[in-house]
């Protein structure tokens, strides 16, 4: 793979999908490869699958590669997991993948890698400030990027509303769940995301989700600060935003090598040179 391409792989509750990610223009570089989920969902079955979708690509060692996950991984380690088997939690998301994929990885939640991916290359690029993203599914997932920086785990669908939980009321799910027409569940999300508004002011909002094709049913009856857009990317933004973010995650780890080297070779200079005056 050219210098230009990073592997993107999202792990979903159905389908585990990869595919490899121009850079530039964050389009796909080859057809999207998908395999189903293993059920049940365990960690030594999915990891076993993500090297599978890894390997049909053949990367370069060098090559950056981004794992989406869905739960909250912090620092690599799995907290939470969503639509997969719950021994997920505690598990080394990055570990158990680089063993058995023989390649190492950069690990995330599958809402920020949505959320960074529309910021490279979607509905809020070349935007600065802070950027929400939301999916709403069965449940809402949340991302926010703020000035080009992914803060990264923010559970903003499980905010109090009305002594509910909100992806209760919120989530696309909540329509089927409730029998909501489209005035009543708007009215659902307007308290959503105007309580979102009232806590972080974001400067642009976006809506992803199988249910942001038809976005033209109620994103223009929201009433807020700020201009809330429909994602962009759709199901790719996964992929492309876990590939940006494994390059962008490389490029900073290559930076603090070559840092840590060039202090490294200082002090050995240093040390070189106190040794010569002492003999």
């Keep these: 793979m050219s210098k230009h391409i990073a592997l993107g792989v999202d792990i979903g509750g159905t389908g585990i999908k990869a595919a490899p990610v121009n850079l530039k223009t964050g389009k796909f570089a080859d057809d999207r490869y998908r395999i189903p989920t293993p059920q049940p969902a365990t960690p030594d079955a999915v990891a076993k699958t993500v090297a599978r979708v890894i390997a049909k690509f053949s990367p370069g060692k060098h090559t950056p590669i981004g794992v989406a996950f869905p739960g909250v991984v912090q ?37 920020d890698a949505a959320g960074y991916g529309e910021y490279k290359f979607g509905a809020a690029h070349g935007q600065n400030g802070s950027i929400l993203m939301t999916t709403l599914g069965t449940g809402i997932g949340t991302a926010m990027i703020v000035d080009g ?35 009543q569940w708007i ?36 009433r807020l600060r700020a201009p809330i857009v429909p994602a962009e990317l759709l199901n790719g933004a996964g992929i492309v935003g876990a590939a940006a973010a494994a390059a962008a995650a490389d490029k900073v780890e290559k930076a603090e090598q070559k840092a840590a080297a060039k202090k490294e070779a200082k002090a050995e200079a240093k040390r070189s040179k106190k040794a010569a005056k002492a003999s």
Aim: hydrophobic fraction near 40%; proline fraction near 3%.
């Design 75 to 111: 620092h690599g380690i799995v907290k939470t997991a969503a639509n997969v088997d719950d021994s997920w939690i505690g598990t080394d998301l990055r570990a158990i993948i680089r063993d058995y994929a023989g390649h190492d990885v950069h690990v995330l939640n599958d809402a």
């Design 149 to 183: 920086t992914l803060v990264p785990n923010l559970e903003l669908g499980h905010i109090m509303i009305d002594g509910h939980d909100a992806e209760e009321r919120a989530a696309e799910s909540a329509r089927d769940r409730y029998g909501y027409d489209w005035d």
């Design 187 to 222: 009215a659902e999300l307007q308290k959503y995301y105007s309580e979102i508004e009232r806590l972080l002011w974001p400067d642009l909002i976006i809506v992803g989700g199988g249910i942001s094709k038809s976005h033209h049913m109620f994103l223009p009856e929201l």
